[in-house]
């Protein structure tokens, strides 16, 4: 039997700071398409990422 949580928390969707626009699946540095925040992947302190805990209700 393999031990599992089932917790997809691997890859949170990051959003933009400003905006909340989903930046998962843009280069890992830039700028918001949304509202031209910029961002850097590298740096937790640029953009925000989806709470695991927050996405039941979804
Ligand atoms: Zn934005």
């Known amino acids: 039997m393999k031990a599992s949580t089932g917790a997809p928390d691997l890859d949170a969707d ?3 700071a400003a905006c909340e626009y989903i930046l998962t699946g843009l ?6 398409p949304e509202c031209g925040r910029g ?4 740096d937790a302190s ?3 990422t ?3 805990f927050m996405r039941w209700c979804y």
């Open 14 to 16: 990051a959003r933009c």
């Open 46 to 48: 640029t953009f925000l």
């Open 50 to 52: 989806d709470d695991p």
């Open 39 to 42: 961002f850097d992947l590298a």
């Open 27 to 32: 280069p890992s540095s830039g700028t918001c």
